[in-house]
């Protein structure tokens, strides 16, 4: 039998939908095991969210404890579950690589920031295994921004050495990943990906829906009604930054949005999600077209693949520099390419591997990650 080389990625992305434990095999080059999701409880989601958006929350580092420790709980039963569902001896994983759940974080280039929580003292003693987190605290230690930090993994597994090709994850924020046939990596946040459209669609609907299931709200909408505000909005300075820049849904709070009064007499519901959903695709496209200056194959993964209408959005574009496609048509499927990345990066620093992150968050190589044995 080939002896296997087992690590766990786990995290809940910026949309706080669900925990995604991931188990990988990275004896022959890399090998999806098993995976489980578990759906966050909305109350906790509820919570998160109340952290993210207000910054004078009373009692707030109470309430960051407890929900700590509550995320802590659900990120070990969600890795135990994956381990029973898998059927293997939980000795063989050599760690669990947690991200964790972003709650703050600031890519100021002076004090850059960053806050997880997920309790991962009490994700090693529910699971009995190794665990490695705080990986963007590593990242800041050693003078980068902290974020993004999948670019390396993307490096890794995706690059080729006679194309150029892009991947762009569409999560609660949308980062894209530059891979040059020749040429430096480069990686950046580009801007919000699926958050304004999930706080839009739980506000219309009073929590009863989280997101816009498969496109379906956008695609009954008119974007052209918020034509103005859409501009104005990627007018503001993040979208001037020069790269590498990182990005945080604490930053795009939909009650702060600045909509163009004159567009808000005639919006329906369905017209706001296809123009916050308008957002997201002229933002990817614009930074795309600006940074990719030759041919360019680009690969979306993130739970914005499955909005239909957004993809639909891009198969409409018709620029000959500029063909998409989804990660799975190199073999890694869209949804498991982030918590892979932490499976990843927690076998480098068991391995004591240096991460290589310069161009994308202006650290210099380290050891990503801190170790509970």
């Known amino acids: 039998m080939p002896k296997s080389d087992l690590y766990i990625g786990v995290l809940s992305g910026t949309s706080a939908d669900s925990i995604d434990a991931l188990l990988v095999d990275f004896s022959n080059s890399i090998k999806v095991v098993d995976r489980f999701s578990k759906k966050i409880p909305k109350t906790v989601k509820n919570k998160i969210f109340e952290l993210v958006l207000n910054k004078k929350l009373p009692n707030y580092a109470n309430k960051q404890k407890e929900l700590d420790y509550i995320l802590g709980e659900l990120i070990g039963n969600c890795v135990n579950q994956l381990i029973k569902r898998s059927k293997i001896d939980k000795k063989m994983v050599k760690a669990i690589g947690s991200h964790g759940q972003t709650i703050k974080h600031s890519s100021s280039r002076k004090n850059p920031f960053s806050l997880q929580i997920g309790n991962p003292e009490l994700v090693r003693k529910l699971t009995g295994i190794k665990v490695v987190y705080g990986f963007r605290q590593s990242d800041i230690a050693n003078g980068g921004m902290g974020a993004p930090l999948t670019p390396a993994f993307h490096n890794e597994y995706m690059s080729q050495a006679k194309v150029n090709r892009a991947i762009v994850n569409i999560g609660g924020i949308t980062n894209v990943t530059l891979l040059p046939a020749k040429g430096k990596i480069l990686g950046w946040d580009i801007g919000p990906g699926n958050c304004l459209i999930d706080q839009a669609v739980k506000n219309i609907t009073d929590g009863k ?165």
């Open 209 to 373: 829906k989280q997101f816009d299931n498969k496109g379906v709200l956008a695609k009954k909408g008119n974007p052209q009604i918020l034509e103005n505000t859409i501009k104005k909005f990627l007018n503001t300075s993040y979208f001037k930054k020069p790269i590498p820049k990182s990005q945080s849904v604490e930053n795009y709070d939909l009650k702060k949005l600045r909509f163009d009064p004159s567009e808000m007499k005639k919006l329906k519901d369905v017209d706001l999600i296809s123009g916050l959903t308008e957002i997201t695709f002229q933002s990817i496209l614009r930074d795309l077209q600006k940074y990719c200056k030759k041919k360019y194959e680009v690969y979306f993964c993130g739970g914005g693949t499955k909005n239909n209408y957004l993809m639909d959005r891009f198969k409409e574009v018709n620029l000959e520099s500029l063909q998409f496609y989804v990660t799975s048509d190199l073999g890694i499927d869209p949804l498991d390419v982030e918590a892979m990345t932490f499976a990843w990066l927690a076998k480098k620093r068991i391995e004591k591997q240096n991460i290589e992150l310069t161009n994308v968050t202006g650290s210099k190589p380290c050891l990503m990650g801190e170790v509970i044995n």
